[in-house]
């Protein structure tokens, strides 16, 4: 099934020049980069970048969801040593003996229980902890860790497995697929934000992520208020005018966006002072101030960097942990103070672990299972679940063993605490992940939402062959209808009906002698029509 979803091997480079090769005709990068308006789909609140995600079926069923909870991903970026976050009381002598400068020492440890410790720089989590809003998964990782931190990076945000090369994100790579008048209609807010650096592939779509970037909000919001949006009607019937409508349409969205975003901002207000006055606590009050200023968003990613600490680690991991539980105990505080605290679940991610020992320059080298946390009283108790770390018997390069996948993870937390369609979260992620047992998040007292379509469907290129290939899941049997559409809606050429079983497929779409450019291609089933576009070039 996964290998039916992907078929994508080879490396980025390859890819990179298969994308051109399709688009050398109407380059949209080029049209905006000639007007000097590439940007990132972002602009500037207070001094963080804010971007807004684009349409996808799991982002519009987050935006329509009966339920309102709010999942806040923390990425710590570098590679976090999980030996020195929860410390192996159960093996603490051997933790000691391969760590001599970097055991954290015993009477320097909060006990999670009679075998694990959490150290005391990261004190504030404590009283998370006691209150039952705190639980940890061990040994979270994937099969054939890659040790680099661009590649294990793309594994993690793209959801992909270790041997396939996928330049798409777990949420991005939908997000022309289902609504393709998304960019003149947006949903009246945001279904996502990210705040701060790249989040790596997470929002990376197959084609190119792009709006105006603004770094005024003021300015931005008085363009929304006043609606001096741009006309995406009129223009010239040829590859200028639809490059044109697609970066007007995009802006457009940005200034929507922009307005109910500044209206959060000003509406919500900080209701705690955060302790240690560090970019993540910055990043988790602004936050914090945009769901209490009742943004209605469901999705954030914020992040803190430095975790690859090859050397001087004793001084380096110490100061980011301490920042990390100041700024969530800060944040849940905040929270507290307004009961949105309930709503609200945090999750933190790295692209790997570190090796069990300690090397030459007193720090750690790229490992690979580390624990991952949670926050939040959703979670319904504290507690530690998963395989612990079995540091007597790494493999050869002195790794840990993962026993928890990090994809079963993010498929528990979708369905059990988003109440995403289960058939809809093993879209998103390419396969069904077996969900964790004991988060203690669950959605049995709403039902799953009819909130979006449970057709999922994407294009993907056979470099091979040269075949465009649609790939779709089908919760249920149904009849399927396909056609090709121009940019003005009319129909070009009939694909083909038939009728379809459930389950993951794929179809090769006939697009000979058509000539080069941007089409629509529109799907009739389940009793309803979906689309997404398509590339020809010759």
């Known amino acids: ?25 109407c380059s949209r990068r080029t049209f905006l980069s000639q007007l000097g308006m590439v940007g990132a789909g972002s602009f500037l609140l207070g001094k963080f970048p804010l971007s807004p995600l684009h349409a996808s079926p799991l982002t519009y069923g987050l935006a329509n969801a009966f339920d309102d909870r709010i999942l806040v991903l923390i990425q710590l970026k570098g590679g976090n040593d999980g030996l020195n976050t929860i410390v192996p009381l159960y093996d603490y002598s051997l933790y000691k003996q391969r760590r001599p400068t970097l055991a954290v020492p015993e009477n320097q440890l909060f006990r999670l229980s009679n075998g694990h410790g959490l150290p005391n720089f990261m004190t504030p989590l404590d009283e998370l902890w006691t209150k039952g809003s705190m639980k940890v998964v061990h040994s979270v990782g994937y099969p054939d860790q890659n040790l680099s931190h661009f590649r294990s990076t793309d594994i993690w945000t793209s959801g992909s497995d270790a041997d396939v090369m996928d330049p798409t ?65 009129g223009l010239p019937d040829n590859c ?70 090859h050397a001087d680690q004793a001084s ?27 709503r609200v679940l945090a999750m933190t991610f790295s692209e790997f672990g570190r090796r069990i ?9 790229h490992g690979s299972a580390a624990p991952l ?21 790494p493999d050869i390069y ?13 498929a528990t937390v979708l369905e059990n605490w988003l109440c995403i369609d289960p058939s809809l979260v093993n879209g998103v992620l390419g396969q069904s992940f077996p969900r964790l047992e004991g988060l203690g998040i669950e959605c049995a007292d709403f039902p799953y939402p009819p909130s979006g379509p449970a057709f999922v469907h994407n294009i993907r290129y056979r470099r091979d062959t040269s075949e465009t290939v649609l790939y779709y899941s089908l919760p249920e049997e149904s009849s399927m209808k396909l056609r090709l559409l121009n940019l003005a ?47 020809v070039s010759n």
């Open 373 to 393: 946390l949670l926050f939040g009283p959703g979670l319904q108790g504290n507690g530690l679940l998963g395989t612990q770390p079995d540091l007597r018997n």
């Open 169 to 233: 994100g777990w949420l991005g790579r939908w997000m022309e697929s289902t609504y393709p008048d998304f960019l003149t209609t947006p949903p009246v807010k945001p279904p996502a934000l990210q705040i701060g650096p790249s989040g790596g592939l997470t929002f990376e779509g197959s084609g190119i992520n792009m709006s105006v970037a603004v770094t005024n909000p003021t300015e931005l919001y008085e363009i929304a208020r006043n609606g001096a949006l741009y006309n995406t009607t």
């Open 489 to 535: 809606g009319q129909p070009v050429r009939d694909l083909g009906t038939w009728e379809q079983r459930p389950g993951l497929h794929e179809f090769v779409l006939n697009l000979e002698g058509l000539p080069t450019g941007t089409y629509l291609y529109q799907v009739n089933t389940l009793g309803q029509l979906f689309s997404g576009k398509v590339v």
């Open 240 to 309: 200028y005018g639809e490059e044109l409508r697609f970066m007007r349409a995009m802006a457009n969205n940005t200034f929507s966006y922009a307005g109910v975003i500044k209206e959060a901002f000003d509406q919500g207000k900080n209701n705690f002072e955060y302790g240690q006055k560090s970019y993540l606590a910055e990043q988790l009050a602004l936050v914090a101030r945009l769901i209490q200023g009742g943004l209605g968003t469901r999705l954030y990613l914020v992040s803190i960097d430095g975790y690859d600490t």
């Open 316 to 342: 380096n991991h110490p100061r980011l942990m301490k920042e990390v539980a100041d700024a969530v105990h800060g944040f849940y505080a905040d929270l507290g103070k307004s009961g949105y605290d309930r």
């Open 357 to 365: 020992e300690e090397n030459g320059s007193r720090g750690t080298d």
């Open 398 to 410: 002195g790794n840990l063993a993962f026993h928890t996948d990090f994809r079963q993870v993010y």
């Open 1 to 25: 099934m996964n290998k039916d979803r992907h078929l994508r091997q080879g490396s980025r480079q390859e890819d990179g020049k298969a994308h051109e090769q399709e688009h050398r005709s």
